[in-house]
């Protein structure tokens, strides 16, 4: 396994939860690495990715000021710390790497992919 997203769960509306993506072979300072959300019977989107041309993170607009992107390169290991969560923020939550460097985070710019993680968000 070279991803490995965890950390899901079932929360209630204004709720937080931190999710953790283990990641082996690849090193997490030299690529990409986004984290995206699929809704049931939706595309998959990007909530947060972190440049490897300049390691600064893009969010879009929709979760702006409530996720956060991190990571421990010791550990090499990357974190999305979601807050004020809402009912739409539910679906399940993938970890991934490739080469994003600016723009618009896509799913297309990322070639490998980890297992998802659960989210919902219901009171």
């Known amino acids: 396994v070279q991803l490995q997203a965890s950390g899901g769960g079932l929360v209630q509306p204004g709720g937080s939860l931190r999710l953790s993506c283990a990641v082996s072979v690849y090193t997490v300072d030299v690529y990409g690495i986004g984290w995206f959300r699929q809704a049931p019977g939706k595309k998959r989107d990007a909530v947060s990715c972190?440049?490897?041309?300049?390691?600064?993170?893009w969010y879009p607009d929709s979760v702006q000021g409530r996720f956060t992107f991190s990571r421990d390169i010791e550990k090499n290991m990357v974190y999305l710390e979601m807050t004020d969560l809402k009912p739409e923020d539910t679906g399940v939550y993938y970890c991934?790497?490739?080469?994003?460097?600016?723009?618009?985070?896509?799913?297309?710019?990322?070639?490998?992919w980890g297992q998802g993680t659960q989210v919902t968000v219901s009171s």
């Open positions: 991934a790497i490739g080469w994003f460097t600016s723009g618009i985070c896509t799913a297309e710019e990322f070639g490998r």
């Open positions: 972190i440049s490897a041309s300049d390691e600064s993170i």
